[in-house]
Each structure stands twice: as structure tokens, then as C-alpha cells.
């Protein structure tokens, strides 16, 4: 009897063991670092959302259903070391089904991520470029992790049902917070799905996936190449190419002679050296058309 009790113990360890290693929540929201880039959703659970990919977090808990910590990111091949990061790419988004469209501000709900002592606030006006931590890479290359994403108002009333949407990317930075170690990913939606009064159900849903919200978003690849462009056309201004970094809310880049040009909400900016302080010189987007981008 003894000898099949610990047979049983055995087994039931092994199983919950496995079961523990193999939770990646719901959505597994999968990442892999390779060739230098971030491939995005190697798990195959996101859904398109015109050429973007979405993952959609269903608040189901009727103890909880404004909060969900199920969801995970996870990652391989992140062999850099470093901390495996989230940034925001937009505020917050919430659906009218009114309107039938994503509305970008005039709503009072806002979305709190938080991750161990980490946390971040995402509102209509407030909350695009902030960083949370994933996960740390000192000792593994590999990463799962599972935020704790909440819907609620700011004045502590409860969110309408509905559907509310967020762009982030993932990247990984050295200790400092500014070094890059991996490239920011292409940017994707978070779609957070709220059914507590039965009144947004998932029929419902689907009609968002429909419709592309109509808002900017950073492609850090083709920053650095008009950041590259500049170095060649103004070397006097940008000597010996500098790596690109985030700085204070911009991406930039720095050089010996103190000047630094950076990249923040669709604008251009330059500091330091012979420029002085922070000057502002007008949409990204005339830059790029300059450079033939």
C-alpha cells in the first residue's frame, strides 16, 4: 500500500509540475528573439487587426471581472541578458458601439498594468511611452510573466462592459533603462473585453476586431534609418554613429559632441552641444519624406 501511495504522490508531483511549467495563461502572448528582431505572437493566439496583430483579454472572473492576471508573455531566445520590458504605444481606446469606432479620448475609464511593485496608469490623454518591467534575463533566456491588467474609473465607480484597446511593444534593456538589447517589436494591441452586466458579449467583440483605430505608431526601424540618413548628411552635427537608446520619454540618439536628436509623439527634437536646450522641429513624417523614407 505504502509503495502505491508514493507511487500516486509521485505522479501527482510530476503532473503538477508539468502543469506549472506549461501555464502560460490565456492569451499566450509569445515572443522570440531572433536575427536581431522580435518575432511577435510565435504562439499563434493573437488575431489580426488589419496589419496589426491584437490579443484579446477576456475579464471572466464574476469575483474579479475588471481585473485579469491570467494572460502571460512569454519569450525564448532572449540571450542578451538584461530585463525583458513592455512600452506603451498609445493611450487608452475605448469602443463606441454608437459611433462604431475606437474613440481616443472623452471617457473616463482608465488601465492599470501592474507587475510585482511595478505599475503603470493608461488613460485617454496620458500614459503613451511608459515602460513596466517583464521579466529579468540575468540567469535565463527564457521568460514568462503574468501582469495583472485592471479596468476601472479614477473616481472608483465601475468601467462600463465594453472593449477598450492599448499598442505596446516588447524590447529589452540593459540595467540602466535606456541601453537597448533588443529592439523594440512591432507594435500590437492589447483588446481588453468586458461582458459583467451581459450587456457586451462576444458577438459584440468581434464587430471591434473589424475596425482599425486611427492613431500613429512608432516603427523604430525606420527611425534609425532616418537617424543613419542624418549621420550621413550632417556629420558635423552627428560625428561617429551613435547606438540608439530611450532618454527621458524619447528615442534618441547621443554623440561625443553633446548633441542628441531624439524622436517623441511623432516630432523631432535636438539638444545639447551648439543646439542649447530642447528645440521641437516639426513632424517626423517631413523628415522622413526629406530623406526619401
Known sequence: MNKFILLFIGLFLLFFSVMTMAHEGEPNMAFLWRDGNIEVDTARQGRALGDHTAFVISF??????????DS???????????????????????????????????????LVISRLADENIVTDTEGNGLQGFIASLTTSSNFEAHP????????????????????????????????????????????????AQASFDRLALVQTLDVVPEIQL?????????FDWAE????????????????????????????????????????GGILGDIVEHGSIQTFYDTAGL
Open 148 to 195: 495583472i491588467f485592471r479596468i476601472q474609473k479614477a473616481d472608483g465607480s465601475l468601467p462600463d462592459d465594453g472593449a477598450y484597446m492599448v499598442f505596446i511593444n516588447i524590447l529589452g534593456l540593459d540595467e540602466s533603462g535606456e541601453g537597448i538589447l533588443y529592439k523594440p517589436s512591432v507594435p500590437f494591441a492589447l483588446v481588453f473585453h468586458i461582458n
Open 232 to 271: 550621413s548628411q550632417f556629420n558635423e552635427l552627428f560625428p561617429n554613429p551613435a547606438e540608439s537608446r530611450f532618454m527621458f520619454g524619447f528615442y534618441a540618439r547621443c554623440y561625443d559632441n553633446s548633441v542628441c536628436v531624439g524622436s517623441k509623439d511623432g516630432k523631432i527634437y535636438t539638444a
Open 218 to 226: 512608432n516603427d523604430y526601424n525606420r527611425i534609425d534609418t532616418l
Open 60 to 69: 471572466t472572473d464574476s469575483f474579479t471581472p475588471y481585473r485579469m492576471g
Open 72 to 110: 502571460g508573455f512569454t519569450g525564448s531566445g532572449f540571450d542578451q541578458g538584461g530585463i525583458a520590458s513592455y512600452q506603451t504605444e498609445s493611450t487608452l481606446l475605448k469602443w463606441s458601439e454608437e459611433q462604431s469606432q475606437w474613440l481616443p479620448d472623452g471617457f473616463a475609464e482608465q
